[in-house]
């Protein structure tokens, strides 16, 4: 557990941002320390907070494979996780922020995904 990193992650993180770069979306900040929850992207011109969720982290309900060694750890860490992301879109929300959560599989569809991108900037 100790060697997985929760941060950096290029393969989530990273795909949003080229998305958000290759349709020419700017003015967010990375990884905003001073909001509840430190989203992945802030953009305090629109005051939206942006998280990408991991499927296995967050407990994806497409993606979510419960691990057959250990699995009461991961069912609780899972469930923390879960109430850790609605105590934080609750925080949020009490600050005028609107929070959207984008799950690891969406970025997969490049189209869908633009699509969703210019639904919530455009």
Known sequence: MSKIKGRGN?????????LLV???I?????????LHGTPDFFFPGR???????GCFWHGCLRCFRM??????????K???NKKRDMKTNKELKNMEIKVVRIWEHELKNRAAMIKKIRELFL
């Not at 290029?10 to 080229?18: A, D, I, N, S």
């Not at 691990?67 to 609780?76: H, Y």
Request: glycine share 2%; hydrophobic share 35%.
């Open 47 to 53: 005051r939206m907070a942006v998280f990408v969720d």
């Open 26 to 34: 700017s003015g967010w900040r990375l990884h905003e320390k001073s």
């Open 10 to 18: 290029k393969t989530t993180e990273w795909r949003l941002r080229l």
């Open 78 to 80: 899972i469930k923390n």
């Open 67 to 76: 691990p057959k060694t250990n699995s009461a750890f991961w069912k609780n």
């Open 22 to 24: 290759s349709i020419k």
